[in-house]
């Protein structure tokens, strides 16, 4: 198995001690994609050493002479290098930093997350290099050998463990590795579980998320599905007519990241619409109709909002002399004041200040407005800025 960087300001690092297997006659007899050069044949190949599958290694069309153990012997080696090529390919340039292994029994999400989520409190060092961080994510670990692998990996390496193992015994055995070998280590799940466990009185299953015997298509499942559909569908002000099926209505000038809001909120099963608020055009009758308590607003400061725009001019391939009034400073603070003047005649509606926040942060505010509405928790019935 290939280790690789999952963190945006790590260094890619590669490792031969880990290899993914090779492939089989069969598989090397399959069509393979048409390569157009040999630097995205590279990138083409390191992806599928990243992520474990078997390279696709064409058999020349004349027929070969008979295989001698040595020649054998002499075409894995050369295989071998060629693979390190690939890993060396992808390294990158800069020193070397820390490693630190996440290691699942599932997709690995709640361990990688947990991770970033840490990470995000050295941003101080990690923006400037000053303390430099390889993060290497294990998918699909489900058995021992292949566990005791990457934790003498991470032992060579000096890399911390951190894990979310299901399996109590597998647990057991990772714990009782990095003990051994001296590697530093951290159960996210483990700890939790068992708290869990001991307060509702039962024991926990043992299994990681679409294990065999597990249930992972379930009814939260296929809503998440319809909520996805439904938000794409109303993407941009599309199908205003359905604005009263969804449960979050998003409304601001463009380039505000309504629609990047609505993805992610639909991923979390809400159903979103968005509608975009421009000068000169008329807001669909609707979002006056439907209920006030779904319907938030979103603004940006003008400076930030005219950079974004100018950008995205560019990207369409807009030059001075084609650009249009989109994205100069008059024509944004007019259509910034258009916003906040329908927000001021809709009191009720929430206004999010998105100036400087994630997706993920606007979204928490998002939910939380929401959660309180839905819980009739006391809300001002004045138009409110967040």
């Not at 369409?316 to 024509?331: I, P």
């Amino acid at each position: 198995m290939i280790a690789f960087t999952a963190n945006a300001s790590s260094i890619i690092t590669c490792s031969s001690t880990l290899r993914p297997p090779r492939a089989s006659s069969s598989d090397a007899a399959k069509p393979t994609n048409p390569r157009f050069s040999p630097q995205l044949n590279r990138w083409s190949r390191a992806r599928s050493l990243r992520s474990g599958r078997k390279l696709h290694r064409p058999k020349p069309q004349t027929p070969e002479p008979a295989t001698t153990p040595s020649t054998a012997t002499a075409v894995v080696k050369a295989e071998e290098e060629e693979d390190e090529e690939v890993c060396e390919a992808e390294r990158g340039s800069g020193g070397a930093g820390k490693g630190i292994y996440v290691v699942s029994d599932g997709t690995g999400w709640t361990a990688e997350h947990s991770v970033n989520a840490a990470l995000g409190q050295f941003d101080y060092c990690l923006v400037d290099h000053g303390c430099p961080v390889n993060t290497h994510l294990f998918s699909g670990i489900d058995d021992v050998e292949r566990l005791m692998e990457i934790i003498k990996q991470a032992a060579m390496e000096g890399a911390m463990l951190v894990y979310t193992l299901a399996d109590p015994s597998m647990a057991k055995a990772a714990k009782t590795a990095c003990q051994l070998w001296g590697v530093p280590s951290t159960d996210v799940l483990g700890p939790i579980t068992e708290a869990i466990a001991s307060h509702l009185g039962v024991s926990p299953s043992g299994l990681p998320r679409g294990a065999p015997g597990t249930n992972s298509l379930t009814e939260e499942y296929f809503q998440r599905i319809e909520a996805i559909e439904f938000t794409i569908k109303q993407d941009d002000g599309a199908l205003p007519n359905n604005l009263n099926k969804a449960d979050m209505v998003l409304a601001g000038v463009s380039r505000t990241g309504k629609t990047p809001l609505s993805i992610y909120l639909a991923q979390k099963g809400y159903k979103v619409a968005n509608v975009p608020i421009v000068m000169g055009v008329k807001l669909p009758s609707t979002l006056f109709q439907v209920d006030a308590q779904k319907v938030f607003g979103l603004t940006i400061n003008p400076i930030v909002l005219q950079t974004i725009r100018r950008a995205r001019a560019k990207s369409l391939g807009f030059n001075e002399d084609t650009m249009s009034n989109y994205s100069e400073m008059e024509h944004v603070r007019l259509e910034l004041e258009y916003a906040r003047k329908i927000f001021a005649q809709n009191p009720s509606w929430p206004v999010i200040e998105v100036t400087g926040k994630a997706i993920e942060e606007t979204a928490a505010l998002v939910l939380r407005l929401y959660h309180d509405r839905r819980q009739k928790c006391s809300m001002p019935r004045i138009s409110k800025r967040y």
